[in-house]
């Protein structure tokens, strides 16, 4: 399993910043948590998701402490961390 972080901040920049972080690399599942707030940037937020990976599942962290966590909910049972 591969994984990568991108911070962006919640402002205007945010979504071409998550764009740019998307279309760098095939993802198979994307985690967002501060993107959710303020809740304004969530719709945008999941409309880019499936826009720029489809197939993608989408998880929710509550910081970036618990990303891996996340990300093991929306991932196939058959997966594990190290894969």
């Known amino acids: 399993m591969d994984a ?3 911070l962006a901040p919640l402002d205007a920049t945010a979504l071409d910043l998550v764009t740019t972080a998307l279309r760098e690399r095939d993802r198979d599942v994307v985690v967002g948590g501060g993107l959710r707030k303020p809740e304004q940037l969530i719709e945008a937020f999941e409309q880019t998701l499936r826009r720029e990976v489809p197939g993608a599942g989408i998880a929710f962290n509550t910081s970036g402490g618990d990303s891996v966590e996340a990300a093991l909910r929306r991932l196939p049972a058959n997966s ?3 894969a």
């Open 4 to 6: 990568a972080m991108t």
């Open 80 to 82: 594990s961390p190290g």
